[in-house]
C-alpha cells in the first residue's frame, strides 16, 4: 500500500529555532501533499497544500513566513517552522494524494512529528 | 462553509458487539466521504471511500452508509474487537483537491 514517511517524529527544542519536517511518499508519486496542524482532541486543521514545482497554497491566518514549504519533487515536502516559538508547538502531520486523474482518492499520511517548544 | 459534526463523546461498548459512528455534514452533499482511523501520536489511516451515489459501502467487518437527504454517513464495525478501539475520524471534500476532516469519535471496545 502507499507510504508516508515524517521524519522526525518528535522534536524537542529552543524558542527562536527553525525545525524543517520532512514528508516523503515512498512508493508512489504525489503531485500534491497537504501539511497539517492537530491539537489534542480536536480535528487536524489544513494549514497549506502543497504543490510539486510551484508555490504552496496556504489556508486563511497561517502565515506563510512562518511556516515555509517547498516541494522539489514528486515524493518530497518539507515544513519548516521559523523562528519557533511555544505557542507554535504542535502535532503536525502530512498526507499526500497519489497522482492520477480524479480528485477521488485516498489521502495517505505520516505519522506526524510532535513538535516541541521550550 | 461546510462543517462536520462528529460525537464528541466517546462510545463504549462491549466486544463483538456493532458499534454504530455518525457522521453529519452541514452544506451540500460532496462527492464522497472518507472515513479514517486515527490512533494516538499517529497519523490517521484510511479505511473506505463511498461516493454520492453509493448508499452502502464494505470491507470486511467495516460497513458505511452515506444518506444525502439526511446529511449523514453511518460508520459500523461488526463484531467489534479491543483492537477497533481507536478514534474514528469522518472527512470529506470541500471542492477541488481540499478535505475537512471532523473532531472524530473516540471509540472503546472492551474484552
Known amino acids: 500500500g502507499a507510504v508516508v514517511s515524517q521524519h522526525p517524529s518528535w522534536v524537542i527544542c529552543k524558542s527562536g529555532t527553525s525545525v524543517k519536517i520532512e514528508c516523503r511518499s515512498l512508493d508512489f508519486q504525489a503531485t500534491t501533499m497537504f501539511w497539517y496542524r492537530q491539537f489534542p482532541k480536536q480535528s487536524l486543521m489544513l494549514m497549506a497544500t502543497s504543490n510539486e514545482g510551484s508555490k504552496a497554497t496556504y489556508e486563511q491566518g497561517v502565515e506563510k513566513d512562518k511556516f515555509l514549504i517547498n516541494h522539489a519533487s514528486l515524493t518530497l515536502s518539507t515544513l519548516t517552522v521559523t523562528s519557533a516559538h511555544p505557542e507554535d508547538s504542535s502535532f503536525y502531520i502530512c498526507?499526500?494524494?497519489?497522482?492520477?486523474?480524479?480528485?477521488?482518492?485516498?489521502?495517505?499520511f505520516g505519522d506526524g512529528t510532535r513538535l516541541s517548544i521550550l | 462553509s461546510q462543517k462536520i459534526e462528529q460525537n464528541s463523546e466517546a462510545l463504549n461498548i462491549q466486544e463483538g458487539k456493532t458499534a454504530t459512528l455518525t457522521c453529519n455534514y452541514t452544506?451540500?452533499?460532496?462527492?464522497?466521504l472518507q472515513w479514517y482511523r486515527q490512533d494516538p501520536g499517529r497519523g490517521p489511516v484510511f479505511l473506505l471511500l463511498?461516493?454520492?451515489?453509493?448508499k452502502e459501502k464494505r470491507k470486511e467487518r467495516l460497513k458505511v452508509t452515506f444518506d444525502t437527504t439526511l446529511k449523514q454517513s453511518l460508520f459500523h464495525i461488526t463484531a467489534s474487537q479491543p483492537a477497533d478501539s481507536a478514534t474514528y475520524l469522518c472527512a470529506l471534500n470541500t471542492g477541488g483537491f481540499k478535505t475537512i476532516f471532523g473532531a472524530g469519535t473516540r471509540l472503546f471496545v472492551k474484552a
Open positions: 498526507s499526500a494524494r497519489e497522482t492520477r486523474q480524479g480528485q477521488n482518492q485516498p489521502q495517505h
Open positions: 452544506n451540500y452533499s460532496p462527492a464522497y
Open positions: 463511498i461516493r454520492e451515489n453509493e
